[in-house]
């Protein structure tokens, strides 16, 4: 039997791991509640044009005119930082979703199907895992060229066996779970059986590893653009931000430390909520 001591003791430890968890958390929070502001009214953070060039200001450093400074055209980026934040997420999210809907799609289809059909697509999985996700992507793009479709597309095809393996994990356990085949036996057809039964089940982790999944294609997207395999100046993507500041870091260092400082920000604080989701999710499951 616990005694009170004890029983405070635990409450401690309880404790103090909430409040290591909470800090991290709600930070993370708030920074992507800013970048959901950025991307859908990113007027209500700033009223300037992010194409706006002033030769005249070009260079300046931050002040309370311009948070961010000017770059080497005097457009303010703070502006184009924040106008940016819809383009590299777009690129992320589109990329990410391509690679959710196919990943869900081997991976159920490779859990439910047994011998030649398993084995095909569990080599395709192992032949895209043998790349790392960024090198795959260049070299896709090097076969389609540049652009930001092809960006989208070459970032959503290096991210697919990651969610085909959980799937598929998922699906070879859940189809021999005791309530499916109780399912089966009252006479539940093949699509309504996987429908209600095991596809719930077996994207269970899906919007977990895709908000962990959409930092890294994030990451993974300004990389790209910093070589020149993105969006085309002026659009203000935050990697194409990088590249035209990369010049200029001695004499303003703003222009290239800025964006990367938003691209690190967003990066950690998807990846921060998607473990904490993760840590939840694995003890819900262990209870």
Not at 95 to 121: C, F, Q
Not at 133 to 153: H, K, R
Not at 211 to 218: F, Q
Request: charged share 15%.
């Amino acid at each position: 039997m616990t005694t009170p001591t004890e029983a405070s003791g635990i409450v401690r430890r309880i404790a103090v791991r909430d409040f290591a968890i909470a800090p991290g958390v709600a930070v993370a929070t708030v920074v992507l509640a800013v970048i959901a502001i950025a991307v859908l009214a990113p007027s209500m953070l700033t009223g300037q044009d992010p194409l706006a060039a002033n030769p005249l200001a070009a260079q300046l450093p931050p002040d309370a005119r311009h948070l961010f400074g000017t770059d080497h055209l005097g457009r303010d980026v703070f502006t184009r930082v924040v106008y940016g934040a819809r383009y590299s997420l777009f690129i992320g999210a589109t990329a990410i979703a391509i690679a959710v809907v196919a990943g869900t799609a081997l991976g159920l289809a490779a859990g439910l199907a047994r011998g030649l059909l398993d084995e095909l697509i569990t080599r395709f999985l192992d032949v895209v895992s043998a790349f790392p996700d960024l090198l795959l992507a260049l070299v896709l793009i090097s076969f389609t060229g540049p652009g930001t479709t092809n960006l989208i597309c070459a970032l959503g095809v290096a991210s697919i066996p990651r969610f085909a393996r959980v799937v598929r994990a998922r699906t070879l356990i859940v189809r021999e779970s005791g309530y499916v085949e109780q399912a089966r036996t009252f006479g539940l057809t093949r699509t309504t059986l996987i429908r209600r039964h095991i596809l719930p089940h077996a994207i269970a982790q899906v919007p977990i590893l895709a908000t962990i999944g959409l930092g890294t294609a994030i990451l993974g997207a300004a990389g790209l653009s910093f070589l020149g395999l993105g969006p085309k100046p002026p659009t203000p993507e935050w990697g194409s931000m990088l590249a035209e500041g990369r010049n200029y870091l001695r004499n303003a260092w703003w222009i290239a430390v800025l964006p990367g400082v938003a691209v690190t920000a967003t990066v950690i604080a998807l990846s921060s909520l998607g473990r904490h989701w993760q840590r939840h999710y694995d003890g819900r499951t262990r209870a």
